[in-house]
């Protein structure tokens, strides 16, 4: 079981906004549940965003009017029989507030006042709902949650992330439309223990820090049908380059026959990586290492193990989640400088 304030490092990593001015109460700040977090988390971004000012775009409008404006909907003028006030229906967009990262702000929020939060977070959550008063709910099941971040809304970006963390960890209740939020699921807590470990060594350490693309290291041009390989984490200094494979799997080891054994699938990926990096650097002085780093589990058996596999060092390893910051930081610490500097 992660700590909910592991969570919310692992989420200030994630999203660097939240290590700037403005969030620093959130760093000793104690949380109860998943739900109070992201609650905090939004309180202090919306509130930060209004100062800034709400992002206004061009919105799509229907209305009866007496000019005409945009484009003429005489279908819809002749159905509703608008001109016999003299008016016609017309579409046209109005340059408002009402934008869809707005209005999912606001729907995320009006949701968590259904949560288990503190009273005071809730107070402080309907304050900031005043200046939204013009902007529309929209149902959260509809929403793409794949948006375009640009220089002009980037300060968007993590407010629209965590409300899309507290979405999925949404399930109504049969208390008459009540809500709880669970642990976020597997799939996204992957995503963020992914992430947090690129932008820990990205902060924390003077060595390159990327997701990467190898390529095939072919004896012909004939690449067709070849899966891409895309790292989830690369460090690099000089041609020294370790290769990170960041896994969050409820249960880290597969077992057949009573026999637990590493995930096959995984090995033989670190596996490509690390081989096929180690051949692109042939003519050159290097050394290319793979890791795969799974989030630790309650599971008895969990892989802490290094091999030697034609030449180079395959690790397996676990982090430990459930234990205090300063341990987790030691632990990532000691993998970088284990192989960089010793």
């Known amino acids: ?18 290590q700037e001015s403005g969030y620093e109460k959130l760093a ?4 109860d549940n998943t739900a109070d977090l992201c609650a905090a988390i939004l309180e202090r971004g919306i509130a930060i965003q209004i100062k800034r000012g709400l992002q206004r775009d061009y919105v799509a409008e229907e209305g009866s009017l007496s000019g ?17 006030d003299r008016k016609m229906v017309c579409n046209y967009e109005e340059f408002s507030v009402n934008a869809l990262p707005n209005r999912i702000i606001k729907s995320t929020v009006l949701r968590l006042l259904r949560l288990d939060i503190s009273d005071k977070r809730k107070i402080a959550l309907r304050r900031l709902m005043a200046p939204f008063c013009d902007i529309d709910e929209i149902d959260l099941h509809t929403i793409n949650w794949h948006q375009d971040f640009h ?29 709880k939020l669970t642990a ?22 003077d060595i390159d820090a990327n997701p990467s693309q190898i390529p095939w290291q072919l004896d012909d041009d004939n ?8 790292t989830d984490v690369t460090l690099s200094k000089g041609n020294n ?5 960041a896994k969050y799997y409820t249960k880290t080891m597969q077992k057949r026959f009573e026999v637990e054994t590493i995930h096959s699938g995984n090995l033989y990926q670190i596996f490509a990586y690390v081989k096929n990096k180690e051949y692109e650097l042939r003519d050159k002085e290097h050394r290319v290492a793979g890791m795969l780093l799974y989030a630790k589990t309650d599971e008895e058996v969990v892989p802490n193990v290094t091999y030697r ?6 690790s397996v390893k676990t982090l430990d989640l459930n234990c205090d910051f300063s341990s987790i930081r030691e632990q990532l610490d000691n993998i970088a400088s284990s192989f960089f500097y010793l």
């Open 1 to 18: 079981m992660i700590p909910v304030k592991n969570i919310y490092y692992m989420l200030a990593y994630a999203f660097r906004v939240l």
């Open 184 to 205: 976020f699921s597997e799939e996204h807590m992957h995503n963020l223990f992914e992430r947090f470990i690129l932008e820990y060594y990205r902060k924390e350490w």
């Open 28 to 31: 000793v700040e104690e949380f």
């Open 241 to 245: 380059v370790l290769i990170i494979d």
């Open 68 to 84: 005409i404006r945009g484009q003429l909907n005489i279908s819809e003028s002749i159905k509703k029989l608008t001109f016999l």
């Open 309 to 314: 596999m034609s030449g180079n060092q395959i």
């Open 223 to 230: 690449e067709n049908n070849l899966p891409q390989m895309h």
């Open 151 to 179: 220089k002009y809304n980037l300060s968007y970006q993590m407010l629209i992330s965590i409300c899309y963390l507290t979405y999925k960890g949404f399930l109504q209740t049969e208390q008459q439309g009540r809500f």
